[in-house]
């Protein structure tokens, strides 16, 4: 069956970085986009980033450009998140989400179709 793996997060202070991964497997066909949303308790969960199959077209929530990369592996099963700069607003679960988009990055998590379980990312003051 499908799975989407996160893996990467951890306890930062203010201005480090981290890289996030996420694996993908049991799709039956390629083409799939990634996104990657976060959730901090009591809120909603938000998108963050996308990329898509091909790595040409990626989008980011305004309060993370400049400060966040979403890329991927050339066989397309692997996605990655480099954070940098974080901040304390940045903690929260992070999410890997996958949809069947080419040319668009969906910013709603209702046009994913699979999801990861997280990992939680804390940025200390």
């Known amino acids: 069956q499908v799975q989407l793996v996160e893996s990467g997060g951890g306890l930062v202070q203010a201005g480090d970085s981290l890289r996030l991964s996420c694996v993908a497997s049991?799709?039956?066909?390629?083409?799939?986009?990634l996104g990657w949303f976060r959730q901090a308790p009591g809120q909603e969960r938000e998108f963050v980033a996308g990329?898509?199959?091909?790595?040409?077209?990626?989008d980011y929530a305004d309060f993370v450009k400049g400060r966040f990369t979403v890329s991927r592996d050339n066989n397309g099963n692997t996605g990655y998140l480099q954070m940098n700069s974080l901040k304390p607003e940045d903690t929260a679960v992070y999410y890997c989400a996958a949809a069947w988009y080419n040319y668009v990055v969906p910013k709603s998590r209702r046009e994913y179709n699979y999801w990861g379980r997280g990992t939680q990312v804390t940025v200390s003051s």
């Open positions: 990329i898509s199959w091909s790595g040409v077209t990626s």
């Open positions: 049991g799709f039956s066909s390629s083409g799939f986009l």
